[in-house]
């Protein structure tokens, strides 16, 4: 089981086909139904948080519940790491907001604004071949507030805090993640608001924008 986890997580966050996309989470789903929520004991730390991961992104509030009930209770025997469940508190949250905003327009439109202009700089240097921007588009605005929060910072001369912003220079050609304050808690903190562990956003990322560094794809 814990080989069949990685690739429905992959096809939901790296495809814009949503045939494939529905496939990958009726596969998932099948294997909640089967086996319940897998734990680390049987599947492992990474697999067993990835499921959580891939079970509570973009599901029906009702779904997200279930998961979260059985993810809390599996918290309590030490059978799932805990940032598992701060990041479907998280995404329940998340969801239970954009409901809510839904029924009302924005109190800061100039704020909002704001926030949009400086991730649209933020995609413009990104290069269109092999990169699917479609895709990376849906994980940006899921990950948008502290992309921009981890920018500022950056430009500012001070480590990011999420671990958001990714870059590649002379000296590391490759994308990798720029200095993170307290780098020790920082999936904690990107669970608290929904985000997935810096790990496997870096190699989500890597694998969607391929030649975002033009050194590291002049190496292969």
């Known amino acids: 089981m814990a080989a069949r986890i990685p690739q429905p997580l992959h096809t939901v966050l790296a495809t814009d ?11 998932a789903k099948q294997i909640f139904l089967k ?20 079970m509570c992104s973009r599901r029906p ?25 701060l990041y479907c508190e998280a995404r329940v949250r998340q969801e239970q ?8 327009p924005p109190t800061h439109p100039a704020l909002r604004d704001e926030i949009q202009r400086l991730l ?3 995609q413009a240097v990104r290069q269109t071949k092999d990169f699917d921007a479609s895709k990376m588009e849906q994980i940006d605005r899921e990950h948008e507030a502290a992309m921009v929060y ?14 958001e912003n990714l870059e590649c220079n002379e000296e590391n050609p490759t994308l990798h993640e720029t200095p993170i304050e307290d780098e020790e808690h920082v999936n904690v903190r990107r669970a608290r608001v929904g985000l997935m562990r810096v790990e496997l956003y870096a ?10 560094c033009p050194a ?4 292969k």
């Open 17 to 27: 086909d949503v045939n494939q996309e529905a496939a990958a989470e009726a596969e």
């Open 35 to 54: 086996h319940g929520l897998p734990t680390i004991a049987d599947v492992g730390d990474e697999a067993a948080y990835e499921f959580v991961v891939l």
């Open 61 to 85: 509030a009702d779904f997200q519940a279930k998961i979260l009930l059985k993810a809390k209770e599996a918290v309590s025997r030490h059978a799932l790491a805990p940032d598992a469940v």
């Open 97 to 104: 907001v954009k409901a809510r905003v839904k029924r009302r």
């Open 120 to 122: 649209t700089t933020d």
């Open 150 to 163: 981890d920018r500022s910072s950056r430009e500012g001369g001070r480590k990011q805090l999420y671990g």
């Open 203 to 212: 190699r989500t990322v890597t694998e969607l924008s391929p030649s975002v």
């Open 216 to 219: 590291a794809a002049t190496m």
